[in-house]
C-alpha cells in the first residue's frame, strides 16, 4: 500500500510559472526522495532529503521537508514545457528498511 | 541513463503462463529492488536482494519470486499469470547506506491477454 498522498492529483500551468506539489506520509522516516516520470517510462531521480534536513535546492528544484508534520513540498521554478511528467515522492521508513514507498503522484503539465 | 538495464522492454503473454523479468544493477550497486506499477495500486515494492540474499519483501503475490545471482543481476519470476498482473515493473539499485538514492531501470511492460 502507498505511504501517503500528493496533493494536487494535477497541476497545469503556463510555461515560466512556479509549480509547487505537496506530499504527505505516515510513518518515521530516513530520508524522502522526489523522483519524475515522463509517461509510462522509467523513473528519474530528483532529490534526496534526510530526515534532520529542512530545505535542500537541485538547479531549479527546492524541496522543503516538515517532519513534525510529515510532509514535503517540490517547488520547481521558472517551468518549461519539458518539465512536463508525473512527480512522485517517496520515504524511506526509519530503521533498516531500505525500500522505498510511494506517494500516488502529481500529474504536471506545462503549457507552452 | 541511470545505469540499471532491464529485459524485455515488452511482454505480452497469455492468462496462466509464466515469464521472467531481468535485470542489471548499476556497476558496484549490490542492493536490487523491484517494484510494481499498476493503474490502480500506483507504485508498490515488492522484493529487495543484497549480495544474493533476500533482504526484504513486500506485496509480492506467491505466484511471484525473485532471485539474485553471483554476478549481482536479477530475475522476477511471474507465474500463472492473471489479467490484474499487467503492469509495469521497475528494478532499482543502490548502494545499501541508509542515505542511499535508488537508480530505476526503464522498466518492462508486460501486458496478459
Known amino acids: 500500500s502507498q505511504q501517503g498522498e500528493e496533493d494536487p492529483q494535477a497541476l497545469s500551468i503556463q510555461e515560466g510559472e512556479n509549480a509547487t506539489m505537496n506530499c504527505s506520509y505516515k510513518t518515521s522516516i530516513n530520508n524522502l526522495q522526489w523522483y519524475r516520470q515522463n509517461s509510462g517510462r522509467g523513473l528519474v531521480h530528483l532529490i534526496l532529503i534526510r530526515s534532520n534536513e529542512r530545505e535542500k535546492h537541485s538547479g531549479r528544484l527546492r524541496v522543503t521537508l516538515d517532519t513534525s508534520k510529515k510532509s514535503s513540498s517540490l517547488l520547481i521554478t521558472a517551468s518549461r514545457a519539458a518539465d512536463t511528467a508525473s512527480y512522485f515522492c517517496?520515504?524511506?521508513?526509519?530503521?533498516?528498511?531500505?525500500?522505498?514507498?510511494f506517494g500516488s503522484g502529481t500529474q504536471l503539465t506545462v503549457l507552452p | 541513463d541511470s545505469g540499471v538495464t532491464q529485459t524485455p522492454k515488452h511482454l505480452i503473454t497469455a492468462t496462466g503462463q509464466r515469464v521472467t523479468l531481468r535485470c542489471s544493477p548499476r556497476?558496484?550497486?549490490?542492493?536490487v529492488y523491484w517494484y510494481q506499477q499498476s493503474l490502480d495500486q500506483g507504485l508498490q515494492f515488492l522484493i529487495q536482494y543484497y549480495n544474493g540474499e533476500e533482504r526484504a519483501k513486500g506485496n509480492i503475490l506467491e505466484r511471484f519470486s525473485a532471485q539474485q545471482f553471483p554476478d549481482l543481476h536479477s530475475e522476477l519470476n511471474l507465474s500463472s499469470l492473471e489479467l490484474g498482473d499487467s503492469a509495469l515493473y521497475f528494478c532499482a539499485s543502490s548502494g545499501q547506506g541508509a542515505q542511499e538514492t535508488q537508480y530505476f531501470g526503464p522498466g518492462t511492460r508486460l501486458l496478459v491477454l
Open positions: 517517496a520515504t524511506v521508513a526509519s530503521g533498516s528498511a531500505r525500500q522505498l514507498t
Open positions: 556497476s558496484g550497486d549490490l542492493s
